[in-house]
């Protein structure tokens, strides 16, 4: 394998690396679950990404083949982790769990349990 | 029919070939074979979709969502290893004028991925999209940079 490809492995899987630590390290660390949620959204979709570039690369040159999957699973990965955290949220507001004291807006959280319109400010 | 969805059995058999990386007699077999069933199994379940309308736009749109995707991760990352004591998180009401459910969909999946905030529910009217803002600095900055940046050019693709 030639060095250069060595080296285009190793960075994206550093980078994927990296973003994954940190993805996981801010789902420990956060306070309440709706900010956990972003950590494993963000962080995670490009570290994951990061780890099949470099499989891609990889199993091209060893196939010598230009190998797709990995692609595949990344566009799959994306078009699921919204619906996932959005799931998530939907349950956590559902059963009402609580959001850190300091959070904006949250006189919003039974309106938007109940799927309503938010109230005009002057009537609440 | 053989083909009630003749655009999805070709993307079904074309991705199970992608995904078995193999053009084998007993692949193609088989990717057939999902692409006459699988339609066939799921094709009372379909509700209508808007037709693309500029898929030249659609094309920038989904780059700009990747580049998007890169800058809101790093930010994110960020964020996730600065001070939590100092993260202002928020719920914020944004008032979307979306009529087709694929359009929502799609811009809260785009909230989703994108900077800062994750899509939580969608009004029953569909009128308000509800999201979760990691760090919230200022709220009538964020309401319109989605519905400019995104809510925009999801109307102009599909035309509504």
């Given at each position: 394998?030639?060095f250069?490809l ?18 996981s ?11 956990r ?13 990061g ?19 990995e ?22 507001l559902?059963y009402r ?28 | 029919?053989?083909f ?7 993307l079904?058999?074309?991705v ?20 006459i ?24 749109y ?12 790093v930010?994110?990352?960020l964020l ?20 087709t459910?694929l ?19 969608v ?32 109307k102009?693709?599909?035309?509504c």
């Open positions: 394998m030639p250069y060595e080296i285009i492995i190793c960075i994206c899987l550093l980078i994927g690396g990296i973003f994954l630590l940190i993805g390290y801010g789902l420990a660390r956060l306070p309440d679950i709706y900010m949620l972003h950590a494993p959204t963000k962080a995670s979709t490009l570290g994951i990404t780890v099949l570039v470099a499989s891609m690369v990889y199993q091209s040159h060893l196939k010598g083949a230009f190998s797709v999957q692609l595949l699973i990344t566009l799959f990965l994306l078009i699921t982790a919204p619906v996932a955290a959005n799931m998530i949220a939907k349950t956590a559902h769990t609580k959001a850190l004291d300091r959070t904006h807006g949250q006189e919003l959280m039974e309106t938007i349990r109940d799927r309503e319109s938010p109230k005009p400010p002057s009537e609440s | 029919m053989l009630p969805m003749p655009f999805h059995s070709f079904l058999f074309v199970w070939l992608l995904l078995n990386n193999s053009i084998s007699a007993g692949h193609i077999v088989l990717a057939v074979f999902f692409a069933t699988i339609p066939w199994l799921v094709t009372g379940m379909r509700d209508e979709h808007p037709k693309i309308r500029k898929p030249w736009l659609a094309i920038r989904i780059c700009m969502v990747l580049k998007d995707i890169l800058v809101a991760n930010e994110v990352a996730i290893i600065g001070p939590t004591r100092k993260l202002n998180p928020a719920f914020v009401a944004v008032p979307i004028h979306l009529s459910d359009g929502i969909t799609i811009l809260a999946s785009t909230v989703s991925l994108t900077p800062g905030t994750v899509s939580t529910e009004s029953k009217d569909k009128a308000w999209l509800y999201i979760h803002a990691l760090h919230l600095t200022n709220e009538a900055e964020l309401i319109d940079s989605i519905k400019q940046r995104y809510e925009k050019p999801i102009e693709i599909f035309g």
